[in-house]
């Protein structure tokens, strides 16, 4: 077990630069989750720890140490990757074996081991089977048991969910939780969901155009967004473009409609241009507006539900405004129906 | 209706009328590969029993006779041709691997398809002329042989013309070019990321030639076996053409039975000979590539649509 | 200038239109098939355009490697296809036991008188009485040495097995020849010798033999280069050899040396004998003959009819090797069984594998 | 760095494989007969050839050779792949055996057995026992190619065309076929090349006088050649080469 680290780390492929200046913090046995969207940099920073690339700045560190100059074989990480990559031509106690005989391990301690990660991921017993006769979710298992199986000093996943069904994914994720936990091992995931990166990560970093853009706890990140892209990229999000009218009492105004009275970030000048972020569970359905922050009314637009929850969107002067119910207060709803969404001051988040 | 044909209970069916056309598509196949193959070869078997000239002698079997007392004649050159057709194949193995694994990682998909194009063409023409085209280079005055001469390295009057390296030279450069097409497909079948695994789980450069890019390229190299072994021992041109007095092979001596000699329940046992220890050692190449590397060699999709893996 | 000569072509071209349909060719549009080595005179534009302006007849060939391969070609479908073919009268007997041949009509052929007699005294041309093979050309197969490793002409046979000669020697890959030679070596009738010590010989000889050519492209390629120095080859070629002033000297030792005929036969159901009789008259007539004879380039043999041989320029007379003090020390090739032929092949073939 | 080279090895195996060829090519330009040297060139020996009335001969008989073999090739290895593929089961994989069967015998050995058997038929060497050893040769080859694009096509296309009304025949006209024509080309390609390549089949098999180019050329090297025929292989050679990349050009032009 070791803590992981990219100081200050940049990274090039011919003349495209890749990453900027990423730096990245993961103590021993956390998990943490690298989020955003394809070609952001994110899988480049797994393979800067993995050390299949080299940074160009920077440095990277496997508990404490730069190992810059050590080779992936040498590093002692295990990766699980986006399409598992597993050895076709083994067995599943082939594969999930196959770290230990690298390190030269005996045949018994192989044998020994090589079950009890197989009982760890829930395949005990099909050690015989071959990777094709398997399917992706039990893949995916054995993916997990092989890198996990040589007690690495930290795991790297890459996307590896991705191409699991909704369902298992749902499941894996909670498997791959409690794995984690059990196994005591410091994880990195890289990942374009931010749904699995909320739930997985203990803390998250968003990358986006090889930069850092926020770091965090998930809750905090998500609550909190940083940036226009944090907010549109973690979760859905209604942004409001406004412009501060009153600084000192809070208030922004929105286009065509009244001022709103927030609580603005201090140090926020007279004037200036501001995004205002409003989650769509975070609205209330009023029947009329009451109290300081921000109401929207207008027809519904329309609603689907999806399960435990419902989302909906309304027409508003400022254009559809998403949000979201649960269930149970569909019943009230309907196409058409004008209704009035509310938003306190703590559910509006300014940018 | 596709699906009408589910095999029931197995009963002798009388052909319904439906059936015909589709019995009618593999008919044409069947009658010629039973006719032209499986007959013929089977019928070597029986004429290498007559007694010649012609196959219409009596049963005798005195060629078999013949050939078991002379061990040393037949069965030395059966050793060579075995030997030389071997050797070509080891070289083949060699210069292929290195270029189809250059070809897949590092040249260019487009850069690639010119080369494998050109390294292809010249042997789809036709055999002889890539032959004579050695005939020509190595001959004794010729230019390989001047220049050679002319850095001092040996005399111009030299040569291999004439020699078993001929020969051996000659079958590695008429199949070197299949070689690579075989090991270069099963090359680009392994996925970059099943290597990255492997690297960190801890195999060095070796360790993962040794267990997986040497499995998973097994099938590739049965194949490029059997595409390169198989005419190579059985050849008989290059050894005619360029093997003078040492290269002589079962194969010309085969062809002599026919073309010179006048006997062909000879040419038959020798070639029935032949092709039973060509297929024999091939099938303990198998063997022996099965017992290495037991995964290797299955056929792929167990869970799939199943294939004819080519 | 330049109507006169668009005329002049017109006019040609006219006059070779017209021809055939003027002159009354027998045997227009028919083919002949004659079995024969590639480039043995009977293919060159010589002999193929000579006979197509004489008959009308278009001219097709198959080409073999060796004796034994000719009767091959005729026992495995030839027969019926072929009309004539070369063999070496050491065959003929057999293949007329065979039923390959039909009896030759030498009143058909307008030039049979001007083969020399002694030609024509050869008992394997006949069975029965019947004439079945014609004489074409002669000649012998000597020493031919390269005339720079050898400054004194070698004399013996013995020169082949020197070992100072290891690797240099090219020898035919003809089994009759090899034991004619071999049994001529070792001081044996060449046409019943004993044939273990025969073995023992060529199995000495094949130590120093760097090819067994099979073609006279194969010998003087290598003998031209230096990749030989010395071997066995026929008296026409080695002439020609001399002729382009290449360094190479052609002698018959003192052993003697083997000597063989050409001779043309019909072959049983030729598709058409008259035809094949056409061919043979022509190839016999004093002008093909004189004209093979005469191309440098051709490597011609002695011609066997002797109004042709008399005419020979000094030039073609030192090519062809068409002395009379050689012929007296050859040994005329003679008719061998099937049993014979089938151990010499075996022997041959075993003495070249080399175990 | 290791990139470049890798890249130079297989340069160097390009070049080693082009050397007797551009050897080839070179000696025909070369006046001495036996490819020996002071080199001077000349163009006597493409001139020689233009008149060789035999090898062009030669070279016409392999081409409708290979052409009639490669259509009936083409023909019935694509109905053989299409059983295989839609009626087979069981017995595609018996299919599938003879057909790897026939492709791994040696061709002398293959044409010794034909001839063997045509022989005691009483039918011997002649252009029917070429057609049909050299069809055996050439059929699976394109039999597997046309298998293997069926193989990856699945049936779907086919019973989509089936449930839209179409009869078995008309979807296989209409949706199979075109979808796998180019596989289907390709081993008509095949089966042309290997047909124009088998010289131990022609030499057993071939009615005597018709000699096909591979025949030729074996009996100019064997007995006796002239150097045109250094000409004719340049052109030969050179001309495949020209024409595989003129293809590839073409393609290239198309594809972007």
Known sequence: ?351 | ?310 | MKAPIALAGLVAGAALLAAPAGADLPFEGQTLTVLNWNGYGSDTELALRGFEERTGATVRHVYHSGGEELRQILRSGGIGQIDVALPNPTYILQMVEEGMLQPVDPDLLDNMSKIAPNFLEVDDLYSDGALYGVPWVWGSTGLTYNTEAFPEPPTSWLVLWDEANRGRVAFMDSPIEAVMLAALHLGQDPHDPDLDAVRSALEELHENVQTYWGSSDDFNRAIITGAVTVGNYWSGNAGSLIAEGHPVGYVIPDEGAAGWLSTWVIVRDAPSSDLAHAWIDWMISTEFQLGWAEDPEAGAPAPANAEAAALLSDAARGRVQAYGEHAERLSIMQSLTPEQQQVYTDLLAEVKSGL | MSGVLWRGWVWLVLALVYLPILALIAMSFNASRYGTFPFEFTLRWYEALAENRRLWEATLRSLWLSLAVAAAAGAIGTMAAVWMSRFGRGGARAMQGLLVTAITVPWLILAIAILLAALWVGVGRGLVTLFLGSLVVAMPYAALVVATRLQGLGPDAGLAARSLGAGPVRAFLLVTLPLIARAVMSGVMLAFVITFNNFPLHFFLAPFGFNTLPMEIYSYVISGYVPDINALSAIILGGAVMLGLAVMGWRRLRGG
Request: overall charge positive; aromatic content about 6%; some cysteine.
């Open chain 2, 1 to 310: 209706m596709i699906r009408s044909r589910t095999g029931g209970p197995g009963v002798a069916r009388a052909l319904r009328p439906a059936e015909w056309p589709r019995l009618a598509l593999m008919a044409p196949a069947t009658a010629l590969l039973i006719a032209m193959v499986a007959v013929p070869v089977a019928m070597l078997a029986w004429f290498s029993l007559l007694s010649g000239p012609g196959v219409s002698g009596a049963v005798t079997g005195r060629e078999w006779a013949v050939m078991l007392d002379r061990p040393q004649l037949y069965g030395g050159l059966l050793l060579r041709s075995l030997a030389l057709g071997l050797g070509a194949t080891a070289l083949c193995i060699l210069i292929a691997w290195p270029t189809a694994w250059a070809l897949s990682r590092h040249v260019a998909p487009r850069t690639r398809s010119a080369i494998l194009a050109l390294l292809i063409i010249p042997h789809l023409t036709s055999a002889l002329l890539l032959i004579y085209a050695m005939y020509v280079l190595i001959a004794p005055g010729g230019p390989m042989m001047t220049a050679l001469a002319a850095l001092g390295l040996a005399e111009s009057r030299d040569t291999i013309l004439f020699t078993r390296w001929a020969v051996l030279l000659m079958l590695t450069y008429m199949y070197l070019p299949f070689m690579v097409m075989a090991l270069f497909a099963a090359i680009e079948r392994i996925e970059p990321t099943v290597l990255d695994a492997a690297r960190s789980l801890g195999a060095s450069g070796w360790a993962r030639f040794r267990h997986i890019v040497l499995p998973m390229t097994l099938p590739g190299l049965m194949t490029g076996l059997v595409i390169v072994f198989t005419p190579a021992a059985g050849s008989f041109l290059e050894a005619r053409i360029l093997g003078g007095a040492n290269g002589m092979m079962f194969g010309t001596l085969i062809a002599e039975q026919i073309s010179r000699a006048n006997n062909q329940p000879r040419a038959a046992a020798m070639a029935i000979t032949l092709l039973a220890v060509i297929l024999l050692l091939l099938g303990v190449f198998r063997l022996l590539a099965m017992r290495a590397f037991p995964g290797a060699m299955r056929r792929p999709g167990a869970h799939g649509s199943g294939g004819w893996g080519g």
């Open chain 1, 1 to 351: 077990m070791a803590e992981l680290e990219l100081d200050r780390v940049g990274m090039s492929y011919g003349n495209t630069r890749v990453l900027h200046d990423v730096s990245l913090q993961v103590p021993d046995g956390r998990f943490h989750a690298v989020v955003g969207p394809s070609g952001s940099g994110k899988t480049s920073a797994l393979r800067l720890l993995a050390g299949f690339a080299r940074p160009d700045a920077g440095q990277v560190r496997i508990g404490g140490h730069d190992v810059g100059a050590l080779p992936p074989e040498r590093r002692d990480l295990g990766i699980v990757f986006q399409n598992y990559a597993l050895f076709p031509h083994m067995d599943i106690a082939g594969n999930v074996g196959f770290g230990l005989r690298m390190r030269g391990a005996g045949r018994a301690e192989i044998r020994r081991r090589t079950g009890e990660m197989l009982e760890l991921v829930g395949l005990g017993g099909l050690g015989a089977r071959y990777p094709d006769e398997l399917s992706g979710g039990q893949q995916q298992r054995v993916a997990l048991a092989r890198a996990l199986v040589i007690r690495p000093k930290a795991l790297l996943l890459d996307e590896p969910l991705s191409a699991l069904d909704r369902k298992i994914r749902q499941e894996m994720q909670l498997e791959l939780r409690r794995i984690q936990r059990e196994a005591g091992v410091t994880a990195v995931i890289v990942t374009h969901d931010q749904e699995e990166a909320l739930s997985l990560g203990d803390r998250l970093t968003v990358l986006d155009a090889g930069r850092v853009c926020q770091e965090g706890p998930p809750f905090e990140v998500y609550n909190h967004p940083a940036s226009v892209f944090v907010a549109g990229f973690l979760g859905n999000a209604n942004l409001f473009a406004g412009r501060v009218r009153a600084a000192a009492e809070g208030r922004v105004a929105l286009k065509d409609a009244e001022a709103v009275g927030l609580h603005l970030p201090p140090g926020t000048a007279e004037g200036a241009a501001v995004t205002l972020c409003i989650r769509p569970e975070r609205w209330r359905l009023a029947a009329d507006a009451e109290g300081p922050g921000l109401a929207l009314a207008g027809p519904i637009r329309h609603l689907h539900q999806t399960g435990e929850t419902g989302n909906g969107a309304i027409d508003t002067p400022l254009g559809p405004v998403a949000f979201t119910v649960l269930s149970p207060a569909l019943g009230d709803l309907a196409t058409g129906k004008p209704v009035t969404l509310h938003a306190t001051p703590r559910d509006i988040q300014v940018l």
